[in-house]
């Protein structure tokens, strides 16, 4: 993977991998159908919760030393009423760059255990409809527990089972493809994970994506918005995927993402790890976060 550092990042290719060896901090996005950032703040301050970085929603609880194991803040009484879910800060910035409003209808369509379909839910404030799907069930089962205790009142699962029942909802004002990926962004949290990483593994990746890159165009409507999602950081998997998605739709444009932040999050956007300006890289080196790629993209019509 030298290679793909070396092309994403230049001479700081060896500092952003190093970034990915360090320790990494517990982050939470505040469930804002159930509680506020000020209540789990106080509820978590005994953990040294503060605000975390670049989203409005994310509390941190800083990585204790290399003997130490991170706080388990899921077995807290606050995250049994639903106040919060663990998500990296950078995982919700994508959440949060999707733009959607109460009242459109979103489909999450690689929800796995469903940690976006949760955050996507609680910018809609449970009105309009929800669409959760994934083709692994085993990763899908998590969802419908955690939905349960989030408060989460407009979401439908559709599992793989559910033949074309998926693209009967369709179409959707915005589709959101959270992409099977080799994972590099996350692997200060699995750092096990670089080392199981094979050539054949990563091609095998790369063709998935361009698949649920297509599924995600069918079931767009006209003027609608694909969020393609990774947690990588790689360029094979991210700029690349969207530069030969564009080509084969020309009536696909890419929403420089500055743009997008200014009407989602607001305030001013961090420069792109990569030096782009139409997608965004977010690195554990240069914001403090996973390492993930966000691109926003419009359908034609």
């Known amino acids: 993977l030298a290679t793909s550092y070396v092309k994403a990042f230049g001479e700081r290719a060896a500092e952003e991998g190093a970034a990915l060896a360090s320790r990494a901090p517990v982050d939470l996005r505040v469930n804002t159908l159930k509680s506020t950032r000020e209540k789990v703040l106080e509820a978590l301050e005994r953990f040294g919760a503060a605000e975390g970085p670049w989203s409005p929603l994310a509390v941190r609880i800083p990585a204790p030393g290399p003997d130490t194991r991170n706080a388990n803040v899921e077995v807290e009484p606050a995250h049994g009423l639903g106040w919060y879910e663990v998500q990296d800060a950078g995982s919700q910035v994508a959440a949060l760059l999707s733009g959607v409003q109460p009242g459109t209808s979103v489909a999450d369509i690689c929800a796995g255990a469903g940690g976006k379909t949760l955050a996507l839910a609680a910018l809609m404030q449970n009105e309009g409809r929800l669409v959760a799907h994934d083709l692994d069930r085993f990763r899908l089962r998590p969802i419908f527990e955690r939905l349960t205790r989030a408060g989460v009142a407009n979401c439908e699962v559709i599992s793989a089972q559910d033949?074309?029942?998926?693209?009967?909802?369709?179409?959707?004002?915005?589709?959101?493809?959270?992409a099977p990926c080799?994972?590099?962004?996350?692997?200060?949290?699995?750092?096990?994970?670089?080392?199981?990483?094979?050539q054949k593994q990563f091609?095998?990746?790369?063709?998935?994506q361009a698949q649920v890159l297509e599924k995600g165009y069918a079931l767009a409507r006209p003027g609608g918005t694909i969020l393609y999602i990774t947690c990588s950081v790689l360029p094979e998997e991210n700029t690349e995927q969207v530069a030969d998605f564009v080509q084969r739709?020309?009536?696909?444009?890419?929403?420089?993402?500055?743009?997008?932040?200014?009407?989602?999050?607001?305030?001013?956007?961090?420069?792109?790890?990569?030096?782009?300006?139409?997608?965004?890289?977010?690195?554990?080196a240069r914001h403090d976060t996973d390492g993930f790629f966000v691109a926003v993209m419009r359908k034609g019509g």
């Open 249 to 284: 739709h020309p009536d696909v444009t890419v929403v420089p993402y500055k743009e997008q932040w200014a009407r989602t999050i607001g305030g001013a956007a961090p420069a792109s790890a990569d030096g782009r300006e139409d997608t965004l890289v977010l690195t554990p």
């Open 163 to 178: 033949k074309g029942k998926l693209e009967a909802a369709g179409p959707f004002d915005t589709v959101v493809i959270d």
């Open 182 to 198: 080799s994972g590099s962004g996350s692997w200060r949290r699995k750092p096990d994970a670089k080392w199981r990483l094979t």
């Open 203 to 208: 091609d095998q990746r790369r063709k998935d």
